[in-house]
């Protein structure tokens, strides 16, 4: 399989084109918005922090790289949308579990490896009732177990990210349902993951920020 190869998996997308996905590509939008707004928590709140900056920059990389997929439409935009999204994860697992939970060092690292190493199974496990969704519930186990954990230390910060997750289920449902609503809804409901995933990585970027600057 060669990266310029075309990859047609929305329900918007009718054809080629560069803008054959209109809303699944201006909604990245969302993304770039989210990034300024967690952006300007950053800088008022923990300017000398450079651990949520790096995920701010990573959120900006998110729109960017969905951008990229929903207009080129090929396999190495496709590696532009995952890739942000994945590093997304993996360096917020671990920011959450120093910070929300205490976990030193080398047992941050040990989870965050952890959680590397069993995503595929659970992301297979789970396959046939999610369909391509799957790729995401590793993630969204992830927010509710850090989030329960956190609510013995922080209940408002730790309820904050269990009302994230809450979030997270809802913008999931959405990408799931893109293909079996597209013979009712033409344009698909993607657009609404990219929104709502938006709030939500904003959401986590906001705790994190707060709960670091005490």
């Not at 709502?196 to 994190?208: K, Q, T």
Request: with cysteine; proline share 5%; hydrophobic share 60%.
């Amino acid at each position: 399989m060669a990266l310029t190869d075309r990859v047609d998996a929305y329900c918007e997308r009718v054809g080629p084109e560069f803008w054959s996905e209109p809303l699944n590509a201006v909604t990245n939008a969302a993304f770039l918005v989210a990034a300024l707004a967690a952006f300007l928590i950053w800088r008022r709140k923990a300017p000398d922090d450079p651990a949520p900056f790096s995920l701010i920059v990573i959120l900006a990389a998110i729109g960017v790289g969905s951008f990229l997929f929903h207009t080129f439409a090929t396999r190495w935009a496709g590696m532009a949308d995952v890739v942000p999204i994945a590093v997304f994860i993996l360096v917020y697992l671990y920011f959450a579990l120093r910070s929300f939970l205490g976990f030193p060092l080398w047992a941050a690292i040990l989870g965050v490896a952890g959680f590397f190493l069993l995503s595929p199974v659970v992301s297979r496990l789970t396959l046939p009732l999610v369909g391509s969704s799957a790729m995401y519930v590793p993630a969204l186990l992830a927010i509710f177990v850090v989030g329960g954990l956190f609510c013995r230390k922080d209940r408002r910060l730790g309820f904050q990210v269990l009302a994230t997750g809450a979030l997270f289920v809802l913008s999931v449902a959405f990408r799931m349902l893109d293909e079996p609503l597209c013979g009712q809804i033409a344009f698909g409901t993607h657009f609404l993951w990219h929104i709502l995933n938006s709030i939500v990585l904003f959401a986590l970027i906001r705790v994190l920020i707060l709960r670091r600057a005490g």
